[in-house]
């Protein structure tokens, strides 16, 4: 299986402040049709997840554009521009290049 | 707005199978099932795609079976030999193009205990 590893684990930040979180796959993500199947999830407690980057860098429907996704082969990173209230939560990385299709542990970002 | 909701055995007793229904408003490319024990990460457990291609968790394949009925809009996912170590939230979702899980469901809790 592909191991997802994430980091930072935990994630204090300060309302209005950059954020960034990497994860990093055991093998690259890129597929025979040239794409990296890597997507971002977020985790509000006591909810379910919610996608907010597929391939990368595509922004889900309704996702703001403080956040954003980079990287390619084994290094992507999530990045948002200015942590607001409603971002605390639990973030996931998942690849569905290969199956089995694997998540990171979870970063959990919590307002300073 | 497509939706997914999960319904099936919530409490379940050691040994005992665990039955789970998704029933989702809208085709995509198939139906995934996730779960997530109290306090830790996602984890992948099956998924089945529209032409009845179905990829299980390899340290759980022998447990799981994962079919459909599209003229209902349900995919069932059967777990035996449940354990509790098995706990957690049970989620549906789907993807609407390969590799990705757009809609989630709420998830549905199961306890296995005796």
């Known amino acids: 299986d592909i191991v997802m590893t994430q980091s930072p684990l935990s994630l204090p930040v300060t309302l209005g402040q950059p954020a960034s979180i990497s994860c990093r796959s055991s093998q690259s993500l890129v597929y025979s049709d040239g794409n990296a199947y890597l997507n971002w999830f977020h985790q509000r407690p006591g909810q379910s997840p919610r996608r907010l980057i597929y391939k990368v860098s595509n922004r889900a429907s309704g996702v703001p554009d403080r956040f954003s996704g980079s990287g390619s082969g084994t290094d992507f990173t999530l990045k948002i521009s200015r942590v607001e209230a409603e971002d605390v939560g639990i973030y996931y990385c998942?690849?569905?290049?290969?199956?089995?299709?694997?998540f990171g542990q979870g970063t959990k970002l919590e307002i300073k | 707005q497509i939706t997914l909701k999960e319904s099936g055995s919530t409490l379940v007793k050691p040994t005992q199978t665990l039955t789970l229904t998704c029933t989702f408003s809208t085709n995509g490319v198939g139906v995934g099932w996730i779960r997530q024990p109290p306090g830790k990460a996602l984890e992948w457990l099956a998924l089945i795609y529209w032409d009845d291609d179905k990829r299980y968790s390899p340290s759980l394949k022998s447990r799981l079976t994962i079919t459909k009925d599209t003229s209902k809009n349900q995919a069932v996912l059967t777990m035996t030999n449940m354990d509790p170590v098995d706990t957690g939230t049970y989620y549906c979702?789907?993807?609407?193009?390969?590799?990705?899980?757009?809609?989630w469901g709420q998830g549905t809790k199961v306890t296995v205990s005796s």
């Open positions: 979702a789907q993807p609407q193009t390969p590799g990705t899980l757009d809609i």
């Open positions: 998942m690849q569905g290049t290969h199956w089995p299709y694997t």
